[in-house]
């Protein structure tokens, strides 16, 4: 008789399977009483019979000697000549090993495990078989059960679940999955089932380690494809099984995400864009531009800082809400007319910026400034009426190694120079003259070419509390340059922070040699521009200096302006406080000029509020900035904080102030800025008198 393939699900014969015959003979020699074991002449006829086999197969030797083995066969495996094929399978290699239904005498059936070998006489002749049965029927059911148990739990999880081959195709897949995907999987390649944009090839991971049958869960979150085409967020947990005969598939459990990360996506999005405006906020700006810098992006990135002229007369005459509509109605055109490589922001009220990622392909900073003002700065409809828009410019190009937040102030730094010669203006000036100063500037910081004036803060008694460091560069042509010169250079050569420590360390320096008056030196006060808490290592930076220097912290105060102070997120507050606590002092500067709420004053640990030259300046004539100033002091008092009116010019101004109850005063009434001999010699006039 020709071989053919067993049955399905009934037999198999495989190389090795030696095996396999030496684990149930040695098992035979435990416990013999557990198989039936018979032998066969070379005809297959019954010719030896054991007790255990009468107890299995319920014949006696006397019924069975002399029949032909195909007696316990199902008639369909008899008729197609599945028996006598186990026989030649066994003479042709020795043995054959099969599982599958036996009949017993009374015509019921059970799950035998079999082994047959071949016996042979010295000369290699086919002498006959000897077969070994055991009933494995319990066995058999309670895999059944097992299976049945594995088949319910699949189709009622809540979750989807698909089985796999080795090859990543779909073998089966429950309930919850077909629903989840909204079609049926079966018989798909994994790939099949992925979103274009998933961008990973199929689900069964490739490496697993030679000899493992079941691997270590891997989970990812991945996009599949629904069936209307669009994506669905899932993640994906993977692991290797190994089914009853052997053959290794794989699990994939799938639990879908996508409302989640909806979910998340809006609460990103809230949290790094504008509300009224939908255009990016600080956070999210910073956002952009990290990657931006990261690579070498020299001369390619820059941004645009734009502050609307007067903005406060929109809301004072139209309402907040109008306001509102203004700034969105404004942000619209720059989305809508920016180029491809521009991204709009709103960093407060009336400022926007503009982050350029190719200012060569926009035709440089010059070009880009010409086309953010051409949007801006137009006639608007609103409300029934017609607005004129217009807005002061500050722009700054990337270095290398600058950091968002340095590139965000320099053009900040540089707007505000703007500002200063008048509306509807831009800084800086023309490259070429820009890019000598940056030159001469940069070797100036190299070789101790600056220095330093100071101007004394006065307390109410007339002595000197503290000396606020204000830095001059003696230019060999173009004379002592004061800070609305060297600042927006340095802003421009990306040298803010170079300029912030140099200033620190000579402050510093020379603060220390100041004359004590009644046991005590005065304090020395340094702008910070360039360096921020927000910047690495800050807290170690600023406490090297004055370890260097072997000043007390307690005489060390440091500036910051407003609009910088009350973004600062939790962890540069905390570097703030970890100094405070050593005893450096803050100091807010130019406040009044921001859009500070009081709960963020509230938590900042600053210890001093400067008031804005601006409202002391107007204090004597107009009854608003009379109004904001008794505000500012009776708000820093009530806070805890010491209150500085800086730009005291007249008598007028002082006898206000003082009325109100300032704290101390800065300005051309008292004292100059004036180099540091000048101080010197003030404070040992004080000392004397």
Not at 48 to 60: E, F, G, P, S, V
Not at 110 to 130: K, N
Not at 476 to 489: H, Q
Not at 625 to 648: P, Y
Request: hydrophobic share 40%; glycine share 10%; with cysteine.
């Amino acid at each position: 008789m020709n071989a053919f393939p067993p049955l399905p699900g009934t037999g198999f014969h495989r190389t090795g399977a030696q095996v396999e015959t030496e684990r149930l003979l040695g098992a035979l020699a435990a416990d013999m009483r557990e198989y039936a074991i018979f032998a066969l002449d070379a005809d297959g006829r019954v010719t030896t019979w054991n007790r255990d086999a009468q107890l299995i197969k319920q014949y006696t030797s006397e019924e069975i000697i002399g029949r032909h083995f195909s007696t316990f066969y199902p008639a369909e495996y008899v008729e197609s000549g599945y028996p006598t094929w186990e026989l030649e399978q066994a003479a042709a290699h020795g043995f054959f090993i099969d599982r599958g239904w036996r009949l017993r005498k009374d015509g019921s059936a059970f799950w035998a495990h079999v082994v047959i070998t071949a016996q042979r006489t010295t000369d290699g002749t086919l002498d006959g078989f000897i077969k070994v049965t055991r009933d494995e029927s319990e066995a058999f059911a309670q895999r059944e059960r097992s299976d049945r148990r594995f088949t319910d739990l699949f189709q009622l999880a809540p979750t989807g679940i698909a089985l796999l081959d080795e090859r990543d195709r779909v073998l089966d897949a429950n309930g919850a999955l077909c629903e989840l995907l909204g079609y049926r999987p079966h018989g798909l390649a994994a790939a099949e089932l992925m979103h274009p944009l998933d961008g990973v090839a199929g689900l069964v991971p490739r490496a697993v380690p030679p000899g493992h049958d079941r691997a270590p869960g891997s989970v990812a979150q991945r996009r599949l494809a629904q069936a209307g085409g669009q994506p669905m967020w899932c993640e994906v947990r993977c692991a290797a099984s190994v089914d009853h005969d052997g053959n290794r598939f794989w699990l994939a459990v799938f639990q879908d995400l996508t409302e989640q990360v909806r979910r998340t996506e809006t609460l990103h999005f809230q949290a790094t864009h504008d509300q009224p405006t939908g255009l990016l906020n600080r956070r999210g700006v910073n956002e952009v531009l990290a990657p931006l810098l990261s690579a070498d992006t020299a001369g390619r990135v820059g941004v645009l800082f734009c502050d609307l002229d007067n903005f406060k007369r929109f809301n004072d005459s139209l309402g907040h809400d109008a306001g509102d509509e203004l700034m969105a109605t404004l942000a619209r055109r720059l989305v809508d007319e920016l180029p491809e490589s521009c991204t709009p922001a709103r960093l407060y009220g009336d400022e926007f910026l503009v982050i350029c990622s190719n200012l060569p392909g926009c035709g440089g900073m010059e070009a880009l400034h010409r086309t953010v003002s051409d949007i801006l700065c137009a006639t608007t409809p609103l409300r029934g009426r017609l607005l004129s828009v217009t807005a002061t410019f500050g722009a700054a190009t990337a270095q290398d190694g600058i950091t968002p937040a340095e590139l965000i102030r320099s053009a900040d730094a540089a707007m505000l120079q703007a500002k200063r010669r008048g509306h509807g203006r831009t800084a800086p000036a023309s490259a070429p003259a820009r890019l000598a100063l940056e030159e001469e500037l940069r070797e100036a910081l190299a070789h101790d070419g600056l220095e330093l004036h100071f101007q004394p803060v006065f307390r109410r008694d007339g002595s000197i509390t503290l000396a606020e460091a204000l830095v001059r560069w003696p230019h060999p042509e173009r004379g002592l340059l004061r800070p609305d010169t060297i600042l927006p250079v340095a802003t421009q050569g990306g040298m803010l922070a170079d300029l912030d420590r140099w200033v620190l360390r000579a402050a510093l320096r020379e603060a220390t040699g100041w004359q004590r008056i009644g046991g005590r030196a005065p304090g020395v006060a340094v702008n910070l521009s360039g360096l921020s808490p927000e910047d690495d290592g800050f807290h170690e930076e600023i406490t090297s200096e004055i370890a260097a220097s072997g000043i007390e912290p307690g005489r060390v105060v440091l500036e910051m302006v407003e609009t910088v102070l009350v973004e600062l997120p939790a962890r540069p507050r905390g570097v703030m406080s970890g100094l405070a606590r050593d005893g450096v002092r803050f100091a807010m500067d130019d406040f009044g000029t921001g859009y500070s709420s009081l709960a963020r004053l509230k938590d900042l640990p600053t210890q001093i509020v400067k008031l804005d030259r601006r409202f002391v300046s107007g204090m004597g004539t107009d009854p608003v900035d009379l109004g904001i100033t008794r505000a500012v002091i009776e708000l820093s008092h009530a806070m805890g904080r010491m209150c500085i009116a800086e730009g005291v010019e007249n008598t007028t101004q002082h006898d206000l102030l003082d009325h109100l109850g300032v704290d101390a005063y800065q300005g051309f009434l008292f004292a100059h800025p004036a180099p540091a001999e000048n101080l010197r010699a003030l404070l040992a006039d004080s000392a004397r008198a």
